[in-house]
């Protein structure tokens, strides 16, 4: 139990272009999700956290017109990286909280983007 | 906001030595402390947490100790194997939130065959 699943694995998209990542819970409704932005051989770092049915609360210092966050059920968000430039080539994972339990997180498995 | 420190930054041990990794955290309101262990190009997966009206907790090779006062918790492992080499990254609820986790800078473990 307490699958995520992320879609694309791997993105390679031009330089201006959009890119729109999918995380979803598989066997469990999430209330909420989570957009970590991962770096090499770095942590993780909290992006936004996304709640079903209302708007996402940004992290200090992320673009909120950038990386658009929606979580239109208990079972998917997406972010969409708009007008993607090189320095947004990064390691993208969500994880999402089971409503049944207070705290636990189940990680996706991430996105490589990569901008060119 | 929660801040979150970690030791060391990378560790390494011999098979069947124990390794320890030590995390400091400022929000004196967090009560939830989860670890992860990510293995090379992996999804971080929760291997124990706790929760601070508890002071240990264990599971097998793998223990937690929660120091409240002193704002800090430490993860042992016990009789290391080579498939415990990974990056360990402790966690720490943000206190003004519950909702969300902060993350430590990550300790890169070997254990040497």
């Known amino acids: 139990g307490a699958v995520v699943s992320q879609h694309p694995s791997r993105v390679i998209c031009k330089s201006g272009t959009s890119v729109k990542i999918e995380c979803r819970s598989l066997?469990?409704?999430?209330?909420?999700m989570f957009w970590y932005r991962q770096f090499p051989k770095k942590s993780l770092m909290l992006m936004a956290t996304?709640?079903?049915?209302?708007?996402?609360?940004?992290e200090q210092g992320v673009e909120k017109d950038k990386f658009l966050i929606n979580h239109a059920s208990l079972t998917l968000s997406t972010l969409t990286v708009t007008s993607a430039h090189p320095e947004d080539s990064s390691f993208y994972i969500c994880?999402?909280?089971?409503?049944?339990?207070?705290?636990?997180?189940?990680f996706g498995p991430g996105t490589r983007l990569t901008v060119t | 906001g929660e801040n979150v420190e970690q030791h060391p930054s990378t560790l390494s041990v011999q098979e069947g030595d124990s390794a320890v990794i030590k995390c400091t955290y400022s929000?004196?309101?967090?009560?939830?402390f989860p670890w992860y262990k990510q293995e090379l190009g992996k999804r971080p997966q929760l291997i124990i947490d706790i929760r601070s009206n508890v002071g240990e907790k264990k599971d097998q090779r793998i223990a937690v100790t929660l120091n409240k006062t002193a704002k800090h918790f430490s993860l042992h492992i016990t009789e290391t194997q080579p498939e415990d080499s990974a990056v360990y990254f402790c966690?720490?609820?943000?206190?003004?939130?519950?909702?969300?986790?902060?993350f430590g800078p990550g300790t890169s473990l070997s254990v040497i065959p």
């Open positions: 066997d469990f409704q999430a209330t909420t």
């Open positions: 996304s709640n079903e049915g209302s708007k996402a609360t940004y």
């Open positions: 966690a720490a609820s943000d206190g003004t939130s519950y909702d969300k986790v902060i």
């Open positions: 929000d004196s309101a967090s009560n939830y």
């Open positions: 994880s999402a909280r089971d409503r049944r339990h207070t705290y636990e997180q189940y």
